[in-house]
């Protein structure tokens, strides 16, 4: 699990895919279009929740970098998701 003493940001994504059985799941970031992978998460109930987020659905979350890679995340935090948050 996470420690959420490391930098945090906030990104506003869609699910390009969705989380798989290895608990990756792969979002595009809004703004930027940069694609990047969450790897990680604080709590099993947060990792639930993202887990239920189809492709193409939007979530806006609270993320921290991973040590070795800048496009691989752990995930702290969700501010929105949803079909009615859904982005293009």
């Known amino acids: 699990?996470?420690?959420q003493q490391q930098r945090s940001c906030e990104r506003?994504?869609?699910v390009v895919s969705p989380m798989g059985d290895d608990g990756r799941m792969e979002l595009r970031?809004?703004?930027t279009d940069e694609i990047y992978e969450v790897v990680d998460y604080i709590d099993d109930k947060l990792a639930a929740?993202?887990?239920s987020l189809s492709a193409g659905e939007a979530v806006n979350?609270?993320?921290i970098a991973g040590a070795d890679t800048s496009d691989v995340y752990g995930?702290?935090?969700i501010e929105s998701s949803g079909p009615s948050a859904r982005f293009q």
Do not use: G, P
Request: aromatic fraction near 0%.
């Open 49 to 51: 929740k993202l887990e």
């Open 29 to 31: 970031d809004v703004e």
């Open 75 to 77: 995930a702290v935090r």
């Open 61 to 63: 979350l609270e993320l």
């Open 12 to 14: 506003a994504s869609v």
């Open 1 to 3: 699990m996470l420690k």
